[in-house]
């Protein structure tokens, strides 16, 4: 027996997409406690699988919506695409969204309020720093490789690059010396 997972997108009219996410071969022989369950690297492509999906579902829903103009108001249409790519706590995903223009003055916007530089998700920029703070960097790493599908970032030297710390009178510096 095999099985397959399949991702449902509920729409508001009641039309919703489906997606086959990923698909298991042959059950494993319980004669061994090793063939219970996913394995871990299977649960690592699962979830990577899912977080695309799901990205992707919203980027979808993100595309629908057209923006006011912030400079004349009036409606904006699409103007092009464009590919960010964001690494996320469940792995890196590529979106693509969107970038609008106005109709009235030709104002060009994105529709996002992301930072330019943003190429991770606050919560996985949180765990990178927690990690950090209890354990050496590589340490840290290797959880981060072992347990979740995130590719980047999880070498030590980027680690240390992207942990911040704060010095005595509150400013913030690159990662502490000698760490």
């Known amino acids: 027996m095999g099985c397959v997972l399949r991702l449902v997108e509920t729409g508001t009219e009641g039309s919703g997409r489906d997606v086959d996410v990923m698909e298991f071969g042959p059950s494993r022989d319980l004669g061994e406690i090793s063939g219970l369950g996913l394995t871990l690297c299977e649960a690592k492509q699962l979830l990577g699988r899912v977080q695309q999906e799901i990205v992707a579902a919203q980027a979808r829903d993100h595309a629908v919506l057209r923006p006011q103009c912030p400079y004349c108001g009036g409606g904006c249409h699409v103007k092009d695409w464009q590919q960010h790519s964001v690494a996320t706590l469940f792995g890196a995903v590529t979106v693509r969204l969107p970038r609008f ?69 509150g400013n913030a510096h690159g990662a502490q010396p000698g760490r």
């Open 101 to 169: 223009r106005c109709v009235g003055c030709g104002h060009s916007a994105t529709g996002i309020t992301w930072p330019s530089h943003c190429r991770s998700t606050p919560e996985l920029d949180q765990l990178r720093a927690h990690l950090s703070a209890l354990m050496p960097f590589r340490v840290a790493a290797g959880v981060l490789f072992h347990l979740l599908p995130v590719a980047a970032g999880v070498s030590p030297e980027t680690l240390q690059r992207l942990t911040a710390y704060e010095d005595d009178d």
